[in-house]
């Protein structure tokens, strides 16, 4: 099925180093959502973005719906261990959700 | 809230046999639930999508006599498979849409299925 392409594939960052991946689509979307998943897990929301150009945060988090609704982006500051993961962007259209194909996050202590 | 559950955790069969798995949503009503399945290092693959009191819409190249469906409540959707193969063995995880939450889906835990 179709993906949105998200970048980068994998990271391996310093303790404390902020973080930045994003998802690109060639597909408008009505809503962005950012999930974390670790494993054996399901994945877990961490943002829902739902308007065009909206900039969201949730602790450490920030994420935004770009102005084109093609693409989104989110942020991680000051990163912890506990952090590590893969994380996932979905673009939500028609009930449906199309998904990244995740970025795993490797956090060195 | 938007508590998502998944039962069982893990289950390991022979070869032949059927599995069910139970997703429930614990603190809202889902009308729409969705299966996925995951593969090692790869992203969520749709199987099918569930509303309560119809049949279910499978996703290309998912067999829906293989993999049963049923929605009897706004809570709890069943993914039951059928004479199940070592191929089959896989992470499925089912997610519920709040009726208010636009396209939001919130995720169970899992179910880790192994058939030996």
């Known amino acids: 099925g179709q993906q949105l392409n998200q970048s980068p594939q994998s990271m391996f960052i310093q303790e404390g180093e902020d973080v930045s991946m994003n998802c690109t689509s060639s597909?408008?979307?009505?809503?962005w959502l950012w999930y974390k998943q670790e494993p054996g897990e399901g994945p877990v929301l961490l943002i829902a973005?739902?308007?065009?150009?909206e900039l969201t945060s949730n602790g450490r988090l920030t994420a935004q719906f770009g102005i084109t609704r093609k693409d989104s982006f989110l942020n991680i500051s000051a990163s912890i261990p506990s952090d590590v993961g893969i994380y996932f962007c979905?673009?939500?259209?028609?009930?449906?959700?199309?998904f990244g194909g995740g970025t795993r996050l490797m956090v060195k202590p | 809230g938007a508590v998502v559950s998944q039962h069982p955790s893990r289950v390991i069969c022979k070869s032949g046999t059927s599995v069910k798995i139970e997703c429930r949503s614990l603190?809202?009503?889902?009308?729409?639930m969705f299966w996925y399945r995951q593969f090692p290092k790869q992203s969520l693959m749709l199987m099918a999508t569930?509303?309560?009191?119809?049949?279910?819409?499978?996703e290309q190249g998912v067999e829906k006599d293989k993999f049963l469906i049923n929605h009897a409540s706004l809570t709890l959707s069943t993914l039951t498979v059928t004479s199940a193969h070592p191929e089959d063995s896989s992470f499925y995880i089912c997610?519920?849409?709040?009726?208010?939450?636009?396209?939001?889906?919130?995720f169970g835990p899992g179910t880790r299925l192994l058939v030996l």
């Open positions: 597909s408008i979307f009505n809503t």
């Open positions: 603190d809202f009503q889902a009308t729409t």
């Open positions: 979905a673009g939500g259209a028609g009930n449906m959700l199309t």
């Open positions: 997610s519920a849409r709040e009726g208010t939450s636009g396209e939001t889906q919130y």
């Open positions: 973005l739902y308007k065009a150009g």
């Open positions: 569930s509303n309560e009191g119809s049949k279910a819409t499978y």
